[in-house]
Every structure is written in C-alpha cells, then in structure tokens.
T-cell receptor, first 112, second 110 residues
C-alpha cells in the first residue's frame, strides 16, 4: 500500500465546475505539499500546509491532521487548470528524514 | 532567470554510456534533490543533499551517483546507462516552506 494515496486518478470537468482532489496519507507528517505539473512537464509548488486551510486565488487547500487527509479545491475551474496535481507528504527534518513522499498524481482535464 | 536550471533538457544515449545531468540553483538553499518520474509511478527520490558535505541515498539510488560541487550545484551521473533508466529527471531545492523544481531532463537510453 502506498503511503500517500490520491483520488481520483483522472478527472474530467466542464469549465466553471467546482473540483475536489483528495489525498490520504499513512505516515506521520509535519507538512503536506500540493504541486501542479503542467502538460509540458514543469512542476510548481502550490501550497505547503501543516494545519487548517490555505487559499490562493481560486485554489483552496485543507488538511485534517487527525484524519490524515488533505483536499485541494479549485473553484470556477478553467481549461488552463488542466494539469496533474500531486500531493506530497513531508515528515520533517532530522536524521534520515527530510524528504517528500509523493502520491501518483491526479490528472485533471477541464473542458471549455 | 529560472531559480533551478537543468542541463541538458533532453538527451538520447546508448546503453553502457556514461552520462551526467547537471543542476544549478540561485535560491541559496542548502537542500537539493534528484528525482525521477515514470508514467504511473509518480516521483521517486534518487539522492538528496542537505549541504555540500552531506550526500544521502534515496529510494532508488542503484545505478546512480551524485556530486555536490558547491551549494548551488548538484549533478547526477549514470555510470553505465541502461534502458530502464529512461525517464524524466527533476532536480529540486527546498526551503522550510516550499519546494522549487527544475524544468526536468528527458533522458532516453536506447
């Protein structure tokens, strides 16, 4: 079983729809990252959060530490949001730690 | 200029050849990483370095070696490339709050 699981693996939406991508993890973490990988391959960090909720434009990320679950929401989706969204758990620095454990990604396609 | 640069961006090589992928960063971060990405498997850690004198193996280090020449430079070598090392390779740096990825190197081993 993967330590970081994302769902769904693939998601197709119509422009304007509200989108939710889920991430569950089984490891102890100090933070969770959401990344966006564009069709050309480049990866951009969207959020790092260790509790509660963060918002940036139309993107909202939430985390529930007790339930080991995080969600990424996109409001008023647009075709330019089409990308692979990757969740990554961070266990904190010290010793051999300090690395990210990645989910396999959710491929989002937003149709006009 | 990009914060993290990788060279080359694309490379085709033959089985048995030695190849080096280079990474430079302008963020001033101590922590640097090499990942590979394969379809359906996500990103996997090859090696990481927390400062110039610190090199650590990641999940899939066999067949790879690294060199941290300076705080800003971290190179990945394949001593004798094999076809299953065909993948997209990413270098990254990190601060306490964020990861910064290079644009990736697409490597094909024939």
């Amino acid at each position: 079983k993967n330590e970081v699981e994302q769902s769904p693996q693939n998601l197709t939406a119509q422009e304007g729809e509200f989108i939710t991508i889920n991430c569950s993890y089984s490891v102890g973490i100090s933070a969770l990252h959401w990344l966006q990988q564009h069709p050309g391959g480049g990866i951009v960090s969207l959020f790092m959060l260790s509790s509660g909720k963060k918002k940036h434009g139309r993107l909202i990320a939430t985390i529930n530490i007790q339930e080991k679950h995080s969600s990424l929401h996109i409001t008023a989706s647009h075709p330019r949001d089409s990308a692979v969204y990757i969740c990554a758990a961070f266990s904190g620095y010290g010793g051999s730690q300090g690395n990210l454990i990645f989910g396999k990604g959710t491929k989002l396609s937003v149709k006009p | 200029d990009a914060d993290v640069t990788q060279t080359p961006r694309n490379r085709i090589t033959k089985t048995g050849k030695r190849i080096m992928l280079e990474c430079s960063q302008t963020k001033g971060h101590d922590r640097m990483y090499w990942y590979r990405q394969d379809p359906g498997l996500g990103l996997r850690l090859i090696y990481y370095s927390f400062d110039v004198k610190d090199i650590n193996k990641g999940e899939i280090s066999d067949g790879y070696s690294v060199s941290r020449q300076a705080q800003a430079k971290f190179s990945l070598s394949l001593e004798s490339a094999i076809p299953n090392q065909t993948a997209l390779y990413f270098c990254a740096t990190s601060s306490a709050d964020e990861q910064f990825f290079g644009p990736g190197t697409r490597l094909t081993v024939l």
